[in-house]
């Protein structure tokens, strides 16, 4: 493969030294954020951040949601648990009561 010079894709007289990861365009030193261990342009952040927002909103909901419905069942797993124990034991003849 022949390596063809690439220019920004802002800067029309500067060399490319990457690759947006999200938006694909080339872009030089100064447009290139580097996160997370890869190329973003600026444009590329804020899509990413605009992703990353909107998964952050969806998510709220079911750990929200789970951890009400835990507390709220607590009690009646303990409940189970105890009467489960105590047919246990009273079937194997530990119970006195
Ligand atoms: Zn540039």
């Given at each position: 493969m022949a390596l063809k010079?690439?220019?920004?894709?802002?800067?029309a007289d500067r060399p490319a030294i990457g690759v947006c990861v999200i938006?694909?365009?080339a872009i030089c030193e100064?447009?290139?954020t580097r996160y997370e261990g890869v190329n973003y342009s600026h444009e590329g952040l804020r899509?990413?951040?605009?992703?990353?927002?909107?998964?952050?909103?969806?998510?709220?909901?079911p750990d929200?949601?789970?951890?009400?419905?835990?507390?709220l069942?607590?009690?009646l797993w303990?409940?189970?648990?105890?009467f489960g124990l105590q047919t246990l034991m009273f079937s194997m003849g530990l119970w006195s009561g």
């Open positions: 010079k690439t220019y920004c894709h802002n800067h938006t694909g365009q100064e447009c290139s899509i990413l951040q605009a992703r990353r927002n909107a998964r952050n909103t969806i998510r709220w909901w929200r949601t789970v951890l009400i419905a835990g507390i069942l607590t009690p303990m409940i189970l648990i105890y």
